[in-house]
């Protein structure tokens, strides 16, 4: 079993930077890969990001046009997603999930989630 927690979010003004974290508490957060995820009301849950167990490999959609970052520390059972120059459609909530598919784009192939933190950028 798996417990995951975000934390980072909130108010940020539009060209600024934001990190959150996904803290793990548990058993083997090292054999199970991280996703991002991010949702807004009234749509499906979209994956910003996910990073291999090892957390030397990672990959992130077009979209994001090189501003996320994802990273993880096992040895402090955390995992991070950077953002550089929030834009508007940051605006979110913003999910950490642990799943042993690192490649998934899926929220279906992702056991373990954490509550969600909300992003919201102020222009």
């Known amino acids: 079993q798996l417990q995951l927690v975000e934390a980072g979010g909130g108010l940020v003004q539009a060209g600024a930077s934001l990190t959150l974290s996904c803290v793990a508490s548990?058993?083997?957060?090292?054999?199970?890969?991280v996703g991002w995820f991010r949702q807004t009301p009234g749509k499906e849950r979209e994956l910003v990001g996910t990073?291999?167990?090892?957390?030397?490999?990672?990959w992130l959609p077009n979209f994001v046009d090189g501003r996320f970052t994802i990273s993880r520390d096992n040895a402090k059972n955390t995992a991070y997603l950077q953002i550089n120059r929030v834009e508007a459609e940051d605006t979110a909530a913003y999910y950490c999930?642990?799943?042993?598919?690192?490649?998934?784009?899926?929220?279906?192939?992702?056991?373990?989630w954490g509550q969600g933190t909300q992003v919201t950028v102020s222009s």
């Open positions: 999930a642990a799943g042993p598919m690192w490649l998934s784009r899926s929220p279906r192939d992702y056991q373990y």
């Open positions: 548990g058993r083997f957060f090292s054999d199970y890969a």
């Open positions: 990073i291999k167990w090892t957390g030397d490999s990672t």
